[in-house]
């Protein structure tokens, strides 16, 4: 199932999506509003609820509605750096890598945080915050959205703890990312995190193995890299994160970036206004965002 979050005027709205059909179907009052988190943790009665009432519910075309990110974060998105083998040594070469620079492999998983007000909009525009950044760049990743929350999580029981997944653009302004060596600044700013277009249950996906990442710059592909390069694989991550931090449903994880990002180049090739961006993931659909 695709859920969705959009809009036709002022109000916010929840939606089961057809991308096949090109459809979504209004669900808002079988949620009983628009926030899917609100219904992560119980979840079972609610898609049991959703299937009944579904067929029932009006269609409208899915291309004549405006789409919002898929959820509205509980708290700021976990997210791991350097957990593909090629992105380690890219960015290690980079030298934006501080203040230890290394392109060894991690032995741990590295987690850091994006704000909340990061989160934008599967199509919207991208802030380029002139001014604050000239060092603009895109990670393309595959989001992982906890359903029934926990702490001391094993690896073993991780995956009953995986709602869905959903695609994210952990934009980064790399200049603030070195200078400042805490992550957090370069990977927060406004609207540096698109999200969407939707967010699919696990049932839909089946084995993430099986998906692939692709990042595309006005039309050229920059990165594409099946999930099972995954370092540090969904389970380990969840079990990592909490072992001592309560993970709380809606909580999204943004598993980390493939090779080929803009500082990877040599020279890097920062994102300038204008340009767009587009990740995909198998099954999960397609961003694109154009910087604004
Ligand atoms: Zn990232």
Same mark, same amino acid.
């Given at each position: 199932?695709?859920l969705a979050?959009?809009?036709?005027?002022?109000?916010?709205?929840?939606?089961v999506?057809?991308? &096949?059909?090109?459809?979504?179907?209004?669900? *808002?009052?079988?949620?009983?509003?628009?926030?899917?988190?609100?219904? !992560?943790?119980?979840?079972?009665?609610?898609? #049991?609820?959703?299937?009944? #009432?579904l067929?029932?519910?009006? /269609?409208? =075309?899915?291309?004549?509605?405006?789409?919002?990110?898929?959820?509205?974060?509980?708290?700021n998105?976990? /997210?791991?750096?350097?957990?593909?083998?090629?992105?380690?040594?890219?960015?290690?070469?980079?030298?934006?890598?501080?203040?230890?620079?290394?392109?060894?492999?991690?032995?741990?998983?590295?987690?850091?945080?994006?704000?909340?007000?990061?989160? $934008?909009?599967p199509?919207d525009?991208?802030?380029?915050?002139?001014?604050?950044?000239?060092?603009?760049?895109?990670?393309?990743?595959?989001?992982?959205?906890?359903?029934?929350?926990?702490?001391?999580? $094993?690896?073993?029981?991780?995956?009953?703890?995986?709602w869905?997944?959903?695609?994210?653009?952990?934009?980064?302004?790399? &200049?603030l990312?070195?200078?400042h060596?805490?992550?957090?600044?370069?990977?927060?700013?406004?609207?540096?995190? =698109?999200?969407?277009?939707?967010?699919?249950?696990? &049932?839909?996906?089946?084995? +993430?193995?099986?998906?692939?990442?692709? *990042?595309?710059?006005?039309?050229?592909?920059?990165?594409?890299? =099946?999930?099972?390069?995954?370092?540090?694989?969904?389970? $380990?991550?969840?079990? *990592?994160?909490?072992?001592?931090? *309560? !993970?709380? =449903?809606?909580?999204?994880?943004?598993?980390?970036?493939? #090779?080929? +990002?803009?500082?990877?180049?040599?020279?890097p090739?920062?994102?300038?206004?204008?340009?767009?961006?587009?990740?995909?993931?198998?099954?999960?659909?397609?961003?694109?965002?154009?910087?604004?």
């Amino acid at each position: 199932m695709k859920l969705a979050v959009f809009s036709t005027g002022a109000d916010l709205r929840a939606g089961v999506a057809d991308p &096949d059909q090109g459809i979504i179907r209004d669900v *808002t009052s079988v949620l009983g509003g628009p926030d899917l988190t609100a219904v !992560l943790s119980d979840w079972d009665t609610t898609r #049991a609820a959703l299937e009944d #009432a579904l067929a029932s519910l009006p /269609a409208v =075309p899915l291309d004549s509605v405006r789409l919002h990110a898929p959820l509205r974060p509980v708290r700021n998105i976990f /997210a791991v750096g350097k957990n593909y083998r090629d992105h380690v040594r890219e960015f290690g070469r980079s030298g934006y890598d501080t203040p230890s620079r290394s392109e060894e492999i991690p032995d741990k998983p590295i987690i850091f945080s994006k704000a909340t007000t990061s989160v $934008t909009g599967p199509y919207d525009d991208v802030d380029p915050h002139h001014g604050v950044t000239s060092e603009l760049d895109y990670e393309g990743e595959l989001g992982v959205i906890i359903g029934r929350g926990g702490r001391g999580i $094993t690896a073993a029981g991780a995956w009953q703890h995986v709602w869905g997944y959903s695609v994210i653009n952990d934009v980064t302004a790399r &200049d603030l990312q070195r200078d400042h060596k805490q992550w957090l600044l370069g990977k927060s700013l406004d609207t540096h995190c =698109p999200m969407g277009p939707y967010a699919v249950t696990a &049932d839909e996906i089946g084995d +993430v193995d099986t998906l692939e990442v692709e *990042t595309l710059v006005n039309g050229e592909q920059r990165q594409h890299a =099946p999930v099972k390069d995954l370092i540090f694989d969904i389970p $380990t991550l969840i079990a *990592t994160i909490s072992a001592g931090i *309560t !993970l709380l =449903p809606g909580d999204i994880i943004a598993t980390g970036t493939p #090779a080929g +990002v803009g500082i990877g180049f040599d020279p890097p090739k920062f994102l300038v206004s204008g340009d767009v961006v587009e990740v995909s993931i198998t099954g999960l659909g397609k961003l694109r965002n154009r910087i604004g």
